[in-house]
């Protein structure tokens, strides 16, 4: 399973970007999906996550400003973030947790995209 995440950028505090991923591969179900990120000389957290209900969860910090969307039939994830901060500079990364088949058993997996750069600007 591959994660290909896209939409990073520059932007000015209080602008927006959306950022997108797409899954491919073996899949046979998502049974979850989200977004972390990464700051400098911080630890990787949890942004944003959807499941398969959906049950939807946010970070505190980003309540309000950023709203996580999926694509069932596509395979893919999406992270629109609004009233973007300084703070909210970091590197997102996309994660999934994949139910596979292997030779008729399902085997389920976590995967994890390449980081997607996102700086705002003060």
């Given amino acids: 399973v591959q994660l290909q995440a896209s939409g990073g950028g520059l932007v000015q505090a209080g602008g927006s970007l959306r950022l997108s991923c797409l899954a491919s591969g073996s899949i046979f179900r998502i049974n979850r999906m989200a977004w972390y990120r990464q700051a400098p000389g911080k630890e990787r957290e949890l942004v944003a996550s959807i499941t398969s209900g959906p049950t939807i969860n ?54 994890w995209g390449r980081g997607t750069l996102v700086t705002v600007s003060s």
Avoid: H, W
């Fill in 58 to 111: 946010y970070a505190d910090s980003v309540k309000g400003r950023f709203t996580i969307s999926r694509d069932i039939a596509k395979y893919t994830v999406d992270l629109q973030m609004n009233s973007l901060k300084p703070e909210d500079t970091a590197e997102y990364y996309c994660n999934a947790d994949v139910t596979s088949l292997r030779r008729g058993m399902g085997l389920r997996g976590d995967y």
